[in-house]
């Protein structure tokens, strides 16, 4: 297999919260063995899912060691009730990338099935993906029906965006003044330091989770809604979130596996984009709202320098100065270059901003129930993740809060 290295993933190498879950029900009942099969089997098909983090010989490059073994971390728990805390217990240690695996999964037997928690930090994949592995187990383990080897391939180079994603004017600019600004700078920051930032990140820093459910008679009526309106579902749930906050940005994720050519069905890695939308109306009508952020969503859609903007700054970026955005910004490193591009850049240093990630529809009888539990990014006040699974919706917010 070619070497993969961290390119647009290395914005989330040196980040706090770079984390986030799926949180599965089935029904089959708990077996140790077969369990422990499963996760074998998924690691045998996906590279990523044995791999651990390394510096390439001799310089600051970064990539997915493959080793010949599951790096897969798993934990079987006496009953739910710890959940939260065992899923809270991440943001405090943070992923060990250099001496541990990108996924921990939590089971908890029931009386009649189990729960699987799977977490993955951001290194491994985007949200769709861990959607994709959590389906592929319970393909496994309750439909036996074995996972597919995967060929990781990520994004090398800029040129692998669509046509016309370059930067341009002020971004350019502004990238190249933060990366003349970084190597006058002549430091970098290491993962040691990073870590000790993050245990006492964690300390000052709470994020809290609330679960909310859509039924098939609500959904029915929000799907009415967006067929004789012509918006889409997304563009629904934006316009609640702008209603009832009054913020003006939302921060939404898009898929971009359609328009990366080299992309393999499965792999494993980020393809997603983040795009800001910005909503300046003060209408307090929900239909209104959702027609207007449709139609400001389509234009950032159909084009792609709006749409690869965030990508091109990470192509265009001085890696190691990626690895100084956060902890600058938070104040746990000094530097102008990393203050300016973790904080003026990537909004981080005052989460201010409403994320939402709806990873869609999904369709599977060996689930009994699916969750979506998006990452607390420090950019972000409160973030939505949503997920329908045969025709109930589950929402959950990761909303960071200062202690």
Known sequence: MKRQYLVTERAHFMCPNMHFGILME????????????????MAGAHPF?????????????LYYKVTEESQITLEVK????????DYKEVA?????????GLLKVYVYPKEHGMVILFIAHHLLAD??????IAQEFADDYVGENKPVFAEEQLMERIEDLPKGSRLSGISKLLVKRANKQWKKE??????????????DYGKKHTIEHREYEVNSVKLGEMVRLCKENGFTMNDLLMAHVYVKTGTKKIIIAADIRNLFARYHKGALGNYSTAMGIHCKSRTTDVVEKA?????????HMKNNRALMLVLACYFEMTPTLLDAAAISALGGFESKAGKFVGGSMFGLSSPKSYSITNLGKVENKNIKSIM?????????????????????MKVCSSENKEN
């Open 26 to 41: 089935i029904e089959k009942e708990y077996d140790d063995k077969s369990v422990k099969d499963t996760l074998s089997r």
């Open 49 to 61: 899912l044995r791999s651990l983090i390394a510096y390439e010989e001799g310089t600051d490059r």
């Open 78 to 85: 006496q009953n739910t009730q710890t959940l939260w805390t």
């Open 92 to 100: 405090k240690q943070d992923f060990q990338v250099f001496e541990g």
């Open 127 to 132: 949200g769709r993906g861990l959607l994709e």
């Open 186 to 199: 002549n430091h970098v920051v290491t993962y040691e330091a990073y870590q000790n930032f993050v245990k």
């Open 291 to 299: 027609k207007e952020v449709h139609q400001l969503v389509q234009k």
């Open 372 to 392: 979506f539990i998006p990452p607390a990014s420090p950019a972000a006040k409160l973030t939505l993740g949503v997920v329908t699974l045969n025709g109930i």
